[in-house]
C-alpha cells in the first residue's frame, strides 16, 4: 500500500490506502448504499464514499491499478477496504479484471425480488429526468410493446441474475461470492449483516442496536455511537403503481430465469 498523504495534504497517522479486500459488485437497486453504510457500521472497514467504476469505465481502467488504489479511503493495516459500484454485476467485462488483480477477493452482491428491482430502477431514471426537469416515459411504455412485455427493456435484462452471475461464476467459486438478501435487509437488516461480518472474517461488532426502524421514512436507519441517520432519500422512494395483469405477466417473465438462478446458487429466494 501507498503511504499516505491525505487527499488534501493532511497525512492521516499510519494509515495507508489499499486495493479493496471486498467489493460490493451490485445489482443496481439491490439495497448497495444500505449494504454499505451499514457494513461501515464495523471498526475493521474502510469504505470508498463514491462508486468508483474502475472496472467498467475504460478511461478508468485504462489509468490502471495506482489510479485505482489513489481512489481508496485512507485505512489502518487492520481494517477490510471496500468499494461498492453496482455496474460490475452486469458487465462481462469485469470478473475477469476483477481476478486479475486479486483471484481470492471476497465478492458481495446484493440481489432482491428481479421484478421489484426492475420498478426501482424505473424510479431511479424517473427522478433523474425529474431533477432535470425533463419529461420521461411512463413504465407501462418501457415494459408493453406490441401488447406483450417488451423483453427489450434494459432493466428487464439486468434482473436476469442468472446470467450475470454465470459470467462471473467462470473466474470465482461461488464460495468467494456472497449473496446478501436484499428483501431481508430492509425488513430485518442484522442477521443479513452479521452474515457479511462471517463471510469477511470480521469480529462480530455491528449489534443489533446499531439499527432502529424509522416510521417516518419506512425503513431501517442507522445508530452509531448516539448518532443517528438514515439513508438519502433517493433510497427508499415510492414505486409507480403498476396494473395487476402487467405485474403479473413480469412476475411469470422472471419465473424461469430464478429458478435457473436458484440452481446455479443452491439456495431460495422468497421471490414472486
Ligand atoms: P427503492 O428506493 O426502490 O426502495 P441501491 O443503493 O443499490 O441503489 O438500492 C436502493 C434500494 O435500497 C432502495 O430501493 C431500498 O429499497 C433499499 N434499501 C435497503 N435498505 C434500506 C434502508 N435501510 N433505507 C433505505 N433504503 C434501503
Known amino acids: 500500500p501507498l503511504q499516505g498523504e491525505g487527499r488534501d495534504g493532511a497525512a492521516p497517522n499510519g494509515s495507508a490506502q489499499q486495493l479493496p479486500q471486498t467489493i460490493i459488485i451490485g445489482v443496481r437497486k439491490g439495497g448497495t448504499r444500505a449494504l454499505l453504510e451499514m457494513l461501515s457500521l464495523h471498526p475493521d472497514v474502510a469504505a470508498a464514499e463514491n462508486e468508483v467504476h474502475f472496472f467498467d469505465w475504460e478511461e478508468h481502467y485504462s489509468q490502471g491499478l495506482g489510479w485505482y488504489l489513489g481512489q481508496m479511503p485512507f485505512s489502518s493495516p487492520h481494517q477490510l477496504t471496500v468499494e461498492k459500484t453496482p455496474a460490475y454485476f452486469t458487465s462481462p467485462k469485469v470478473p475477469e479484471r476483477v481476478h486479475s488483480m486479486n483471484p481470492g477477493i471476497r465478492l458481495l452482491l446484493i440481489l432482491r425480488d428481479p421484478s421489484e428491482r426492475v420498478l426501482s430502477d424505473y424510479t431511479q431514471v424517473f427522478y433523474n429526468h425529474v431533477q ?8 407501462e411504455e418501457f415494459l408493453v410493446r406490441d401488447g406483450r412485455l417488451n423483453v427489450g ?41 452479521q452474515k457479511v461480518e462471517r463471510f469477511l472474517r470480521l469480529s462480530p461488532q455491528i449489534n443489533a442496536s446499531n439499527f432502529y426502524f424509522n416510521k417516518t421514512k419506512g425503513f431501517y436507519c442507522l445508530r452509531d455511537g448516539g448518532r443517528d441517520r438514515c439513508l438519502h432519500e433517493s433510497k427508499g422512494r415510492a414505486h409507480p403503481q403498476v396494473d395487476p395483469k402487467l405485474l403479473n405477466k413480469l412476475h411469470e417473465y422472471f419465473h424461469e430465469p430464478n429458478r435457473k438462478f436458484f440452481e446455479l446458487v443452491g439456495r431460495t429466494f422468497d421471490w414472486h
Open 132 to 139: 432535470k426537469r425533463k419529461p420521461y416515459p411512463s413504465i
Open 153 to 193: 427493456y434494459k432493466a428487464l435484462n439486468r434482473s436476469l441474475y442468472h446470467v450475470h452471475l454465470q459470467n462471473w461464476l467462470r473466474f470465482f467459486p461461488l464460495r468467494r461470492i456472497h449473496i446478501v438478501d436484499g428483501d431481508r435487509l430492509i425488513r430485518d437488516p442484522f442477521p443479513e449483516i
